[in-house]
């Protein structure tokens, strides 16, 4: 069974970094798809943030694209995020998801609540 | 860019169908049939009951059926159940400017 677990610090500063980490078991990134990132604000909807492969090609939400930063670390079977120049806006629940050859997100992680503020 | 258009809310009563649609544009749903759908309950994580346009992946009831015309997607949920009550979510390709994924605003079902 495929599971993700996204961990990192549940608060951070306005301006700081935003860190997350994914590790999957069940399944090794090696093995392909694509592995990505989304968020969602409390009682809002859904914002992709960007996804990477293996052979570390990404893409990116063209809205955040300037401030993000996603990584695949094989070895480790784990993939991470990094958020710059947070601000209160970037208050959400951070999921980590496997982007599957059906084009949709099968598997996803429980999800975790990063709070920006000072 | 954008997010996908989708109603609010929906409702219906157990037995009765309810239909959620999700309107992009020519540059996303209209040009691809990369287009899923999320059923989330409160405090989980969303759940692909759709994918490609019309497919259910395995263990989805087939209650649940996707269908598209022009820029619009739809999520039909037929014999609805009082579990079936939880947000929706479309999701679509584009790659106006870039490749990338866009979710709806999500539409909230209430089972009466």
């Known amino acids: 069974q495929v599971q993700l677990q996204a961990s990192g610090p549940g608060l951070v500063k306005p301006s700081e970094t935003l860190s997350l980490t994914c590790t999957v078991s069940?399944?090794?990134?090696?093995?392909?798809?694509?592995w990505g990132w989304i968020r969602q604000p409390p009682g809002k909807g859904l914002e992709w943030i960007a996804n990477v492969f293996r052979s570390g090609n990404t893409y990116f939400n063209p809205s955040l694209k300037s401030r993000v930063t996603i990584s695949v670390d094989t070895s480790k079977n784990q993939f991470s995020l990094r958020l710059r120049s947070v601000t209160a806006a970037d208050t959400a629940v951070y999921y980590c998801?496997?982007?599957?050859?059906?084009?949709?997100?099968?598997?996803w992680g429980q999800g975790t609540l990063v709070t920006v503020a000072s | 860019q954008s997010a996908l258009t989708q109603p609010r809310s929906v409702s219906g009563s157990p037995g009765q169908s309810v239909t959620i649609s999700c309107t992009g544009t020519s540059s996303d749903v209209g040009l691809y049939n990369y287009v899923s759908w999320y059923q989330q309950h409160p405090g989980k994580a969303p759940k692909v009951i759709i994918h490609d346009v019309t497919e259910r992946p395995s263990g989805v009831p087939d209650r649940f059926s996707g269908s598209k015309s022009g820029n619009t997607a739809s999520l039909t949920i037929s014999g609805l159940q009082t579990e079936d009550e939880a947000d929706y979510f479309c999701c679509s390709y584009a790659d106006r400017y870039t490749p990338h994924w866009m979710f709806g605003g999500g539409t909230k079902l209430t089972v009466l």
């Open positions: 069940g399944y090794s990134i090696n093995n392909g798809y694509y």
């Open positions: 998801a496997r982007e599957n050859g059906d084009n949709a997100f099968d598997y």
